[in-house]
Each structure stands twice: as structure tokens, then as C-alpha cells.
């Protein structure tokens, strides 16, 4: 059974762009989410999405988007990156409900310079 | 809101040694599930084992256990038998009901090493 897959790894973006970010999850998981992991901050929970809505949403600036498409697959968008945006992105899955587990992805580790 | 609080940043501990992690927790949801997970150096999250509220007895999982106060707000991590590769960071994390499913909130971490 294939695990939760997120890409790239690996990303280096310039202050003021903006970067996509991809997570597959596991077969039949209808829930993402997505967390930003700060040496400062720790981790932090952005959003997540159920069935194509989003469902919860952390405190962060609307730079952070996300959306859901209908296989599952989640993707994560943020514009007019800030240097204070680099940090590893994790994407986790899981069926959606309280009682179930989430799985992680490896995440992606964005640099802003 | 919940916040979770791991005050010990980086512990130590012989192999085949016991040792506990604390975690504190303060929440007003009556319904909720409490976790920890082991992050190693490859930066992949893994659950270690997890506790539901409303269960009295505590979670053991091989050679992890916790030990659960509820009143207390404490949720700790018991590894027995330490091994080399428990040496990671180890994340206690909460999940309610009211703020919903797959939305964790976590402690700020506590990295463990073994020495051999």
C-alpha cells in the first residue's frame, strides 16, 4: 500500500514568487491536511480538506491557499513568498473521522532567498 | 484553545534504559484523542501510539506505554528498552472533536538520543 507521496522534496524560490505544493494520499483517504514546521513555530496546522471542501483552517495569512481535487489529491499554494516562509510543509492523510489515524508524507522543505 | 507543552527539549538515555517524555495539555473539549509521534532524521512523522479519552486504561504499544492523567491534563511516554533507533524527536500531539478530525496540534517536541 503505497504512503502518502509529496512533492518536490526539495524546493528554492525567490522572495516574492509564489510555489505550489503537491501531496497524494493514501488510497481511499478522503482527508489532507497540511502543517508548516518552523524551528520558531513548530508545527503549526494550515488547513485541511474533506471530499473537495475545505474543512478546517489554521491561523495563517491568505497567502496560504489550498484546494482538493476529486481523486484526493491535495495542493497547497502560497503567493508573495516571504523569507519567513521557508520551513518543511507536511502533508498527512487519513479517512476524516476523530477515531482514525493520520499518515505523513516526508514533507517538502521550502527555502525562500 | 488547546495547547500542548512538552518542557523537556532534548533528554538522554542509555541503551536498553528506560525513559519517559512528559506532555501537559490543556483543553475544554470533552471528547479528544491524544498521540505521540516519533520524527527521525529522514523528517518522516510516524505515530508511536495513541490514547483516546475516554479510555481510562492506558495505551501500550510493545515497548512504548503512556501514562495517562486525565484530571491532570498529562499525557507522558514511557520507551523501556531503549534502542538506537528511538533516537529522534518525539512530537505529543492532540486531536478534539470540536476542532475536528486530522487537525493536530502539537507540542514543541523533546529530542531524544540513545547512546550506545
Known amino acids: 500500500k503505497a504512503g502518502v507521496t509529496q512533492t518536490p522534496r526539495y524546493l528554492i524560490k525567490t522572495r516574492g514568487q509564489q510555489v505550489t505544493l503537491s501531496c497524494s494520499p493514501i488510497?481511499?483517504?478522503?482527508?489532507v491536511s497540511w502543517y508548516q514546521q518552523t524551528p520558531g513555530q513548530g508545527l503549526q496546522f494550515l488547513f485541511e480538506y474533506f471530499s473537495e471542501t475545505q474543512r478546517n483552517k489554521g491561523n495563517f495569512p491568505g497567502r496560504f491557499s489550498g484546494r482538493q481535487f476529486s481523486n484526493s489529491r491535495s495542493e497547497m499554494n502560497v503567493s508573495t513568498l516571504e523569507l519567513g516562509d521557508s520551513a518543511l510543509y507536511l502533508c498527512?492523510?487519513?479517512?476524516?473521522?476523530?477515531?482514525?489515524?493520520?499518515?505523513f508524507g516526508q514533507g517538502t522543505r521550502l527555502t525562500v532567498v | 484553545a488547546q495547547t500542548v507543552t512538552q518542557s523537556q527539549p532534548e533528554m538522554s538515555v542509555q541503551e536498553a534504559e528506560t525513559v519517559t517524555l512528559s506532555c501537559t495539555y490543556d483543553?475544554?473539549?470533552?471528547?479528544?484523542?491524544l498521540f505521540w509521534y516519533k520524527q527521525p532524521p529522514s523528517r518522516q512523522m510516524i505515530l508511536v501510539i495513541r490514547?483516546?479519552?475516554?479510555?481510562?486504561q492506558n495505551a501500550t504499544e510493545n515497548r512504548f506505554s503512556v501514562n495517562f492523567q486525565k484530571a491532570a491534563k498529562s499525557f507522558s511516554l514511557k520507551i523501556s528498552d531503549s534502542q538506537l533507533g528511538d533516537t529522534a524527536m518525539y512530537f505529543c500531539a492532540f486531536q478534539g472533536d470540536q476542532t475536528g478530525a486530522n487537525n493536530l496540534f502539537f507540542g514543541t517536541g523533546t529530542r531524544l538520543t540513545v547512546i550506545p
Open positions: 490514547q483516546e479519552a475516554y479510555k481510562q
Open positions: 498527512a492523510s487519513s479517512w476524516g473521522t476523530l477515531q482514525t489515524e493520520a499518515f
Open positions: 483543553t475544554s473539549e470533552s471528547n479528544y484523542y
Open positions: 488510497s481511499g483517504h478522503r482527508s
